[in-house]
């Protein structure tokens, strides 16, 4: 009963239940084994989560849109073209690249480039409607990151936020992935100070919209077609999207900084290539 325990308590009487749970402690500390009370409550915090832009820093920032073109949406993919656009500003920035591996058949179907050789030099095309091929103005992948960091730190003095439409489903993870490819990651961040997606943006500031692809938003909110696609045109609907729907201050508070960024999306590369698990879905499937 409840008065015997607590007389037996009371005493300091050793019991047979007594000496049991002693001897099970002995063992579970032999065998290295911690006790339900011996383990922490509190979890250590997760290094791989997106950490918000301090408000301050995200005040100061210029806010650059940017869209990246791609061989496919696989972590072994590159890009192809890069563009960018100040925003409330006509500065713009554009430069193809020569990849080093094949485009996907997909992704080839729906930009129009593709690679060809010509004397060992391999070279970029855009193939046209009417079945022309135009020859690019293309260059390596780590003199097109070198020059996008270059005029990034020419927009602001004061720090950059990178934002795009679908930013943390495929954006982010290939530039990160392409600038450390290139041994980059310090250089850019120098200029960038965070990154932003427009997506989670648009959708609390239109919440009823059918849908929330770029190609769609831009259709109901702006009535205007782009070449989409082709990643200046996709940078200007983006860019007029902004505008319209007047978010600007609405990117700056989603901001998340570089380094939060850069380290979820390296760790996220790595989880997926360690365990062969499919990358999220391309853009043009959300």
């Not at 084994?33 to 383990?39: G, L, M």
């Not at 005029?151 to 990178?162: A, D, M, N, P, T």
Request: proline share 3%.
């Amino acid at each position: 009963s409840d008065e015997s325990k607590a007389r037996i308590a009371g005493t300091g009487m050793v019991t047979p239940m007594t000496v049991l749970r002693q001897d099970k402690a002995s063992v579970s500390s032999a065998k290295g084994v911690k006790s339900p009370e011996s383990k922490q409550t509190t979890r250590k915090p997760c290094k791989n989560k997106f950490e918000r832009l301090e408000e301050a820093t995200a005040a100061r920032a210029t806010v650059v849109l940017f869209d990246l073109e791609t061989t496919g949406f696989s972590y072994q993919d590159q890009i192809t073209q890069i563009a960018a656009r100040v925003m409330n500003s006509d500065s713009k920035f554009s430069r193809y690249v020569v990849p080093t591996c094949a485009i996907t058949a997909k992704a080839g179907g729906l930009t129009g480039l593709f690679v060809g050789e010509i004397g060992g030099t391999r070279k970029l095309y855009r193939r046209r409607e009417s079945f022309r091929e135009d020859e690019l103005d293309a260059v390596g992948l780590s003199e097109a990151l070198a020059e996008f960091c270059e005029w990034l730190k020419v927009q602001s003095s004061s720090g950059v936020i990178l934002a795009a439409h679908g930013l943390k489903t495929f954006d982010l993870r290939m530039l990160i992935a392409s600038v450390e490819a290139v041994d980059m990651l310090s250089a850019m961040e120098e200029p960038v100070v965070g990154f932003v997606d427009t997506i989670p943006v648009f959708k609390s500031t239109k919440p009823k919209s059918s849908s929330y692809r770029l190609q769609r938003l831009a259709g109901e909110v702006l009535g205007t077609e782009f070449d989409w696609h082709n990643a200046v045109s996709e940078t200007d609907a983006l860019h007029e999207l902004v505008a319209k729907l007047d978010v600007g201050d609405e990117l700056r508070r989603r901001a998340d900084t570089y380094r939060s960024c850069k380290t979820r999306a390296l760790y996220l590369k790595r989880c997926r290539v360690a365990r062969q698990l499919p990358v999220p879905q391309s853009p043009t499937d959300l």
